[in-house]
């Protein structure tokens, strides 16, 4: 096979790949939560054909090589935890973090996940789940009879109840931060859990070690940017287009070779 056709079809695969990637982030431009990924291209192995300072006499070197690349991949899809934009919704359970830290939500297997999607719920034992049911860790019941739920920054969570104006404190929100927030792995239902390269997590209260505060009533939006996205899409597709147009070339250079040969 000529080298430019299987460089080309390398181009062809990252370029698809990173697609896929701008697809999933404006897919997800309303998810409460989300956060952008960005693709990561590395260029393939090189081969050697003249080694740059090789000895081209006894008495001089070449100042410089001849190395020819194999193509391109694919590496990585980093997450950029950048902070996502407000959303007002006045909901007493809709949480947000204005900082570095995550949410702690507890697995059905006791493992732990971590979220910036705070749309939370009361579910029917008065526990506090998220979207998906799964309780908030450390665990918060609402009692039934609560007229009012206030959450403050420092993620202590207390209610009004009928016949006593003092607010009754019933649990409290604590946030988890990460060393490298970017190596946590992503699962689905807006968690993510931790791997080796993140870090075990820093958990604390929210407003210390620079985990952030919690904020009432208002949900994180995604950090979608999409007019960068239109525009990272374009270029995509230039690109695609133009490894296209190289296999195109190629395969006009043999036919003439063919024909002419």
Do not use: C
């Not at 950090?223 to 899409?233: G, K, L, P, Q, R």
């Amino acid at each position: 096979m000529h080298p430019a056709l299987w460089i080309s079809k390398t181009g062809l695969d990252a370029q698809q790949k990173g697609i896929s990637t701008i697809a999933n982030n404006l897919a997800n431009v309303s998810t409460v939560g989300f956060k952008r990924d960005r693709a990561v291209f590395e260029d393939l192995l090189y081969q050697t054909v003249r080694q740059p300072g090789a000895q081209s006499t006894q008495d001089t070197q070449l100042p410089s090589g001849l190395m020819q690349g194999t193509g391109v991949r694919v590496v990585a899809s980093q997450k950029i935890h950048t902070q996502g934009g407000v959303q007002q919704t006045d909901n007493s359970l809709d949480l947000m973090t204005q900082g570095r830290g995550f949410f702690q939500i507890l697995m059905p297997d006791g493992s732990m996940g971590f979220t910036r999607a705070g749309e939370f719920q009361v579910n029917a034992e008065g526990t506090v789940v998220n979207a998906s049911g799964h309780p908030v860790e450390p665990a918060i019941t609402i009692p039934g009879n609560a007229q009012s739920i206030t959450v403050g920054e420092d993620g202590v969570v207390s209610v009004l109840q009928p016949g006593n104006p003092v607010p009754v404190q019933v649990g409290s929100v604590q946030l988890s931060g990460f060393v490298n927030p970017a190596g946590l792995q992503p699962i689905g239902n807006s968690l993510f859990i931790e791997t080796a390269a993140s870090g075990a997590p820093q958990t604390g209260v929210p407003g210390t070690n620079g985990l952030g505060t919690t904020r009432q009533g208002m949900l994180e939006t995604s950090n979608v940017n999409s007019v960068e996205e239109m525009v990272s899409m374009i270029e995509v597709q230039r690109a695609y287009e133009m490894n296209s147009k190289v296999i195109s070339a190629v395969d006009s250079m043999l036919s003439f070779v063919n024909q002419t040969l």
